[in-house]
C-alpha cells in the first residue's frame, strides 16, 4: 500500500507541536519562560532511546523536519527584530551602548578562556565560537520580571531593554564573524586580523546597507502593495522581503537570520499604515501564528541533539559549570557603565540570561564543520544547553533579589507618563 511521505511528517510535526506546548506551559507555571519547557520536550523526546524507546529517533535526522526547524527560526528572529526599530536603536543613548558592549566583549573573552582551559587541544575556533556562544542576551524573561514588580518604566529597565537591542545586533554581527572565519579556514585561509577586519567589515556593511536601503524602499514597497485589495498582502510582501534579505545575508557569507532580524527591524509600523487603516491586523499579529508554530520545532529539535549520557562526563560538567559561572560574570561586568542614580546590579542581572538567542548560536555551532569535522562536538554542544538552562532559570529569582517588590516611585511614574 502506497503512503504519502507527508503523512509521516505531519504526525511528527503535531506530536512536536503538543509535546512543546505542553511543556512550555508547564514552565511558564513554574514562572519560567515556554522557550525552556520547549527544549526540555526535546531533550526528553532524543534520550527515550535510553529506556529502550527508539520510535522518535528518526524526528531528529529527518531532514524536512530540520527545515522546518531552520525556517521557523528565520521567522523568530524576524519577529524579534519587528519587536523593535532603527529609530530605537539611534534613541537608546550612550549607557545602553556601553552596557551592550562589555556584555559582548567580556563574557567572550571569558568564554575563551575557559575553553582554552577545558579544552586545551581543541583549536582557535572552537576558543572563538564557544566565546561568542556567551555573547548572547535574551531579555525576554527579565522583561517579564520587570513587569511584575511594577519596575518596566524605571531607568534600569530603559537601560537593559535597549542594551538588548544593541546586543542582537552585536551578537548577530559576531555570529557573522566566527562563520566567515571558519569559511576562510575551510578555504585554507590563515586567520589574521586583516581577514577578521574583512569579516566585520562585511557584516557590519550588510546590516548598515540593508538597514539604510531597507528603510529607504520599505515605505514605497508597501504603499504600491496597499493598492492590491486582495487578503494577505501584507503578510506576503512581509515575508517576502524577509526571505529576500535572508538569501542575501547567505549570498554574502552571512548567517540567514542576520538577513531576517535586520527585515524586522527596518519594517515599522507608518511604513504599512495603509493596510491597517483598512482593517487589517498589525504585521506583528500576523506573523505571531507562524512563529507560534515553526519556532517551537527548532527549539524541540535543539533539545534532541543534547545526548543526556554525556553529562556523566566529569569533563562536560566542569565545563557547563566553569561556562556558567563565564556567564555570570561576564555580564554582571555590564553594571560598571550603567551611570550614576542607577541600581547597576540590576542592569547586570538583567542582561544574564541567554534563552532562544544561546541555543541560536549553539545549533550554529552544530552547522558549522572545519576540515570536515563539526566545530561544536556533542559533549560541548550539551555544556552550551546547559549553560542557556542554568542563566535563563537564575535569573527571575535573582532579579527579584536586587530590585525588591517595590512599586514605581513617584520619579518613575512621572517618566511614564511623559513617555506616553
Known amino acids: 500500500m502506497h503512503h504519502d511521505p507527508i503523512a509521516q511528517v505531519v504526525v511528527w510535526f503535531a506530536l512536536v507541536l503538543v509535546g512543546a506546548k505542553l511543556m512550555g506551559a508547564l514552565a511558564q507555571a513554574l514562572k519560567q519562560p515556554p522557550v525552556l519547557g520547549e527544549l526540555l520536550f526535546g531533550v526528553l523526546l532524543g534520550n527515550l532511546d535510553l529506556v529502550g524507546v527508539t520510535g522518535f529517533e528518526p524526528i531528529r535526522h529527518d531532514p524536512t523536519m530540520q527545515m522546518l526547524a531552520r525556517l521557523g527560526i528565520i521567522i523568530l528572529l524576524f519577529e524579534v527584530g519587528l519587536e523593535s526599530t532603527v529609530s530605537q536603536m539611534l534613541r537608546v543613548g550612550v549607557a545602553s551602548f556601553l552596557v551592550a558592549a562589555i556584555g559582548v566583549v567580556t563574557p567572550f573573552a571569558l568564554g575563551w578562556a575557559v575553553s582554552a582551559l577545558v579544552l586545551p587541544g581543541a583549536s582557535v575556533y572552537v576558543h572563538a565560537f564557544i566565546g561568542a556562544t556567551l555573547t548572547a542576551t535574551s531579555v525576554g524573561i527579565t522583561a517579564r520580571v520587570l513587569q511584575d514588580l511594577g519596575r518596566s518604566q524605571s531607568r534600569e529597565a530603559r537601560i537593559i531593554l535597549g542594551a538588548a537591542v544593541i546586543d542582537d545586533?552585536?551578537?548577530?554581527?559576531?555570529l557573522a564573524v566566527m562563520g566567515g572565519i571558519v569559511a576562510a579556514a575551510n578555504a585554507g585561509t590563515t586567520l589574521s586580523p586583516l581577514a577578521i577586519a574583512a569579516v566585520v567589515g562585511k557584516a557590519t556593511g550588510f546590516l548598515v546597507g540593508a538597514l539604510v536601503v531597507g528603510v529607504l524602499i520599505s515605505r514605497r514597497l508597501f504603499k504600491?502593495?496597499?493598492r492590491l485589495q486582495t487578503s494577505g498582502v501584507l503578510?506576503?510582501?512581509a515575508l517576502a522581503f524577509c526571505f529576500l534579505l535572508s538569501y542575501l545575508a547567505d549570498l554574502v557569507g552571512l548567517a540567514p537570520i542576520v538577513g531576517a532580524f535586520a527585515t524586522g527591524l527596518i519594517l515599522e509600523?507608518?511604513?504599512y499604515q495603509d493596510f491597517v487603516k483598512r482593517g487589517e491586523h498589525e504585521l506583528e499579529?500576523?506573523?505571531k501564528p507562524l512563529s507560534t508554530a515553526l519556532a517551537?520545532?527548532?527549539?524541540?529539535?535543539?533539545?534532541?541533539?543534547?545526548d543526556l549520557t554525556v553529562f556523566a562526563s566529569?569533563?562536560?560538567?566542569k565545563l557547563a559549570g566553569l561556562l556558567v559561572a563565564a556567564a555570570v560574570v561576564g555580564k554582571l561586568a555590564c553594571a560598571l557603565p550603567a551611570g550614576r542614580g542607577t541600581n547597576r546590579i540590576a542592569v547586570?542581572?538583567?542582561m544574564i540570561p541567554r534563552g532562544e538567542v544561546g541555543l541560536v548560536f549553539a545549533n550554529q555551532g552544530l552547522q558549522l564543520t572545519v576540515a570536515g569535522a563539526r566545530l561544536i562536538d556533542q559533549d560541548t554542544f550539551a555544556a552550551v544547553v546547559l549553560m542557556v538552562i542554568v542563566t535563563t532559570f537564575v535569573t527571575p529569582p535573582l532579579l527579584r533579589v536586587v530590585l525588591g517588590k517595590a512599586t514605581p516611585s513617584s520619579d518613575e511614574a512621572a517618566t511614564a507618563l511623559s513617555a506616553s
Open 235 to 237: 503578510l506576503s510582501v
Open 224 to 226: 504600491l502593495a496597499s
Open 169 to 174: 545586533v552585536l551578537g548577530l554581527v559576531v
Open 269 to 271: 509600523d507608518v511604513h
Open 296 to 306: 517551537p520545532l527548532f527549539f524541540v529539535m535543539m533539545g534532541m541533539n543534547t
Open 285 to 287: 499579529e500576523l506573523v
Open 314 to 317: 566529569v569533563k562536560v560538567l
Open 348 to 350: 547586570a542581572v538583567g
